[in-house]
């Protein structure tokens, strides 16, 4: 079946953050033909699996109480066929989404003042929700190896810890730049963690957005010695779009943790919404991986487009990117401070990219591009930004 990457939602409806909230961001008017690659959110439509999903959930015209034990299983079927882990269902938790689901396992599996740690730069919304849920922060800087890909520095780490600290969120495959961790890598992560008696929480959200050549690998899988240790948190969002109805999971496989975990869970009384079940659902489907399949096969395209398209630029370089369609481009070598950097992206160029200092340590004179977008897109962004620093040719 032949899939539509080729044109994009209507962003006149207004209701996309991405496109209707740049005014907001750089508080003024932008212009018409600003491009927006900032929030991590798709520009491309709905898969039909899910058009048809959401069409039957309104023809039943039931939107009362239901059955959820779907949801699980289906959670449990796409881990195993797409990534060789099969989670026990009894083991899955429905959240309203990735951030819902971290601000959970902080307050239930930790206690005020602990020590978070993260591995900078980061998706930024770890920091608001350790600090959210009066938790504090420990960043552990990435280094950048002969590759350029990023790598963690544990022994780095090791020297800063105060004693604090009681967990850790891993960001797999890491957000900005898409590493893909390797086993060996994930293995001495989690050493470290039961050697420290911390919590590692793994976000495995961007886990279908593999490229060429790279795997995916469940932190679950490839560590099972720590499974005691191991909480999970995922969510269709990323990979079909759906960030919206605010959906995502926990997978706490230890019975210890589980059970802490549920105390709170109930007292909240948490329970997915209908919509968000059905789509998720939907999408953990033959039928969904097919449409996933092809999404990867453009996004991997758009990424190359715009890396070599940035790596061209004398003084700038995209990190190679192993997943996701968030790449991370670094404009140090420019010899400009950011703030002029950021004024030949916004008014020369006229594109809104995520500002790298947000991310943490090592963001500074960075910036994140999303290429969820039709090529036609990204190739404009390029020639716009190659346009904006022309005179470095």
């Known amino acids: 079946m032949k899939?539509?990457?080729?044109?994009?939602?209507?962003?006149?409806?207004g209701h996309s953050s991405k496109w209707a909230l740049m005014n907001l961001v750089l508080g003024r008017d932008v212009p018409d033909d600003m491009?927006?690659?900032?929030?991590?959110?798709?520009?491309?439509?709905?898969?039909?699996?899910?058009q048809e999903a959401m069409?039957?959930?309104?023809n039943t015209g039931e939107m009362g109480y239901f059955d959820y034990a779907q949801f699980a299983q289906r959670v449990a079927w796409w881990y195993e066929t797409r990534h060789g882990w099969k989670p026990n269902t009894d083991h899955v938790f429905a959240t309203h989404g990735i951030g819902n689901?971290?601000?959970?396992?902080?307050?239930?599996?930790?206690?005020?003042?602990?020590?978070?740690?993260?591995?900078?730069?980061?998706?930024?919304?770890?920091?608001n929700k350790i600090r959210k849920n009066g938790r504090v922060m420990l960043e552990s800087a990435l280094d950048i190896d002969d590759a350029g890909l990023f790598r963690m520095n544990l022994d780095a780490l090791e020297a800063q810890l105060t004693g604090n600290e009681r967990a850790v969120i891993f960001c797999s495959p890491h957000n900005p730049a898409g590493r893909v961790w390797e086993a060996a890598e994930i293995q001495a992560l989690l050493a470290f963690c039961a050697r420290h008696d911390l919590l590692l929480i793994s976000d495995e959200i961007h886990m279908d957005l593999a490229?060429?050549?790279?795997?995916?690998?469940?932190?679950?899988?490839?560590?099972?010695?720590?499974?005691?240790?191991?909480?999970?948190?995922?969510?269709?969002?990323?990979?079909?779009?759906?960030?919206?109805?605010?959906?995502?999971?926990?997978?706490i496989p230890d019975a210890d943790l589980r059970a802490r975990f549920a105390a709170l869970y109930a007292a909240l009384d948490i329970q997915p919404n209908r919509l968000g079940a059905d789509l998720t659902c939907a999408a953990y489907t033959p039928a969904g991986a097919a449409w996933a399949d092809a999404m990867v096969s453009v996004i991997e395209s758009n990424s190359k487009a715009l890396c070599d398209g940035m790596n061209a630029i004398p003084g700038v370089s995209a990190m190679p990117m192993q997943s996701t369609f968030l790449s991370w481009v670094d404009f140090t070598g420019t010899g400009m401070e950011?703030?002029?950097?950021?004024?030949?992206?916004?008014?020369?160029?006229?594109?809104?990219?995520?500002?790298?200092d947000g991310l943490g340590i090592g963001g500074a004179l960075h910036h994140r591009f999303n290429v969820s977008t039709t090529r036609a897109i990204v190739d404009e962004a390029v020639t716009r930004v190659q346009a904006a620093f022309a005179d470095l040719q």
């Open 35 to 50: 491009i927006p690659m900032w929030i991590a959110q798709s520009d491309f439509h709905l898969a039909p699996v899910l």
């Open 211 to 251: 490229f060429t050549g790279h795997s995916h690998l469940p932190t679950a899988l490839h560590a099972p010695d720590s499974l005691p240790n191991l909480v999970v948190v995922s969510a269709a969002s990323k990979t079909f779009d759906i960030a919206g109805l605010r959906t995502g999971y926990v997978i």
């Open 338 to 356: 950011d703030a002029e950097i950021r004024r030949r992206l916004h008014e020369s160029a006229r594109i809104l990219p995520t500002p790298g």
């Open 55 to 58: 069409q039957t959930t309104i």
């Open 101 to 127: 689901a971290i601000g959970i396992i902080l307050q239930a599996l930790t206690d005020p003042g602990d020590g978070v740690i993260v591995f900078s730069p980061v998706y930024h919304e770890f920091a």
């Open 3 to 13: 899939f539509d990457f080729e044109t994009i939602k209507d962003p006149a409806t």
